[in-house]
């Protein structure tokens, strides 16, 4: 059959709209609506047959809601009216009833059950076009600041707000401060125990007073009137280190933003005050969602510099010679027994990048280890009781452990953490 015998069909089925009628041959011809091409075979076969022209009220497939583009369009503009955002994306949910009128057209045209293209797919075009025109706004296929879905069952636009993401470096300049929220273990988290406040906590629920996260997040969350903020971090040092020098990187996510043009620069400086010489926070960028996971999975070394305390006077020559021993060593290390609680009881290899250091007196060093990431390095200077091996206090025959500890630097082992391609700025 040819197309104007497949419009004399489907016109033949009952009253069509144009678009219904010009959405079976959607894959004809470019640069035209399904309306156009409706009211285009429309009035061919008026023209062809010599019949009075005439335009459909009604429309037996859609029942109408391709007259309703622009309405949904208004209703969805509304619906994300006070959020600040640049790319969105349309879905519709179509009652079976409409779906099945859509394939019923076609079968009894006698085309291919996918011909055109389907009721779903039109509505999401035609009213996410007229969407941009309303908000300035981008269409996104991947991951968009907002997503809309058209629910034509109950006329109401459901809307999914995705998390708006910063990333930068921190510092630690204070021991004593974990890097996220660490609940009291005694309450649960609760701040009370058998009705009254807590006193392993005070009645906070928290086991500390401050973390990174709680010297941070609330900023970030408030200059994006967010609903929430959550705090990731590339690995974390242990509370009583300082993480110093290069920082390290992090990313604080905040749900459901009203706002995600922020000025990094004003945003560095207002966590940098709001966290009173605590923590501080460097390179502040906007990024994408990706930037959590690369984060949390990329490969990361690190480098420390700790304060070792001997059990007995050690030499210097002693001390050098077990510094060249473990510079570029393979490792093995069990999980160390004050993490075994919380870590699976495995072995470990781990390779020691540089090591170097000089005593400050013949029972006390100073030390500098940059190792490859999950090296433990207070285990690698105390030896853990034998599990870890090489050991510094098993090279020195003495007891060695860390009396201060400071991470220096955090780098990816083959590529930085910040790439453009994560960034938004």
Not at 183 to 208: A, I, K, M
Not at 310 to 337: H, W
Not at 376 to 391: A, F, I, M, N, Q
Request: glycine share 8%; net charge negative; proline share 4%.
């Amino acid at each position: 059959m040819s197309i104007l015998e497949d419009a004399r069909a489907a016109l033949a089925t009952g009253p069509l709209c144009d678009s219904c009628l010009g959405r079976l041959f959607a894959d004809r011809s470019f640069g035209l609506a399904n309306a156009e091409r409706g009211h285009a075979l429309r009035v061919t076969l008026a023209l062809a047959d010599d019949d009075p022209f005439e335009e459909s009220e009604d429309c037996w497939v859609c029942e109408g809601e391709c007259d309703r583009f622009d309405w949904w369009a208004e209703q969805a503009a509304t619906a994300v009216r006070g959020y600040d955002f640049d790319t969105y994306q349309v879905g519709t949910k179509v009652p079976p009833l409409l779906e099945e009128n859509d394939e019923l057209l076609r079968e009894d045209v006698g085309l291919e059950p996918d011909a055109g293209e389907a009721l779903k797919t039109e509505l999401n075009r035609e009213v996410g076009k007229r969407i941009g025109d309303l908000t300035g706004a981008e269409v996104e296929f991947g991951r968009p600041a907002v997503q809309l879905t058209l629910d034509l069952a109950t006329d109401e636009v459901e809307t999914h707000v995705n998390s708006a993401f910063v990333y930068g470096r921190y510092r630690k300049l204070e021991r004593d401060i974990p890097q996220t929220k660490w609940p009291c273990n005694d309450c649960n988290g609760t701040g009370l125990w058998q009705g009254e406040p807590c006193d392993g906590c005070g009645g906070s629920g928290y086991r500390y007073d401050e973390s990174v996260e709680q010297l941070s997040a609330p900023v970030v969350q408030e200059a994006m009137d967010g609903e929430e903020a959550v705090f990731h971090g590339a690995g974390r040092e242990d509370v009583d280190a300082r993480m110093l020098d290069s920082g390290r990187p992090f990313v604080i996510e905040v749900m459901e933003p009203r706002k995600r043009d922020v000025d990094t620069g004003e945003l560095e400086a207002d966590i940098n005050a709001f966290a009173d010489g605590k923590v501080e926070v460097t390179d502040l960028h906007l990024a994408t969602h990706e930037m959590v996971e690369r984060v949390k999975e990329l490969d990361a070394s690190k480098t420390y510099r700790m304060d070792v305390e001997f059990g007995a006077p050690v030499d210097a020559d002693a001390l050098q010679d077990a510094l060249a021993e473990l510079d570029g060593a393979t490792i093995e290390q069990e999980t160390p027994q004050r993490v075994t609680h919380r870590r699976a009881d495995i072995t470990r290899t781990r390779t020691v990048y540089d090591a170097a250091g000089e005593l400050t007196d013949d029972r006390h060093a100073e030390l500098r280890i940059h190792g490859e990431g999950g090296l433990y390095v207070k285990e690698l200077v105390s030896s853990d009781e034998g599990r870890t091996k090489p050991s510094l206090a098993g090279l020195l025959d003495t007891d060695a452990v860390v009396t201060a500890l400071d991470v220096i630097d955090v780098q990816g082992e083959d590529e930085p953490f910040a790439k453009d391609e994560f960034l938004k700025e």
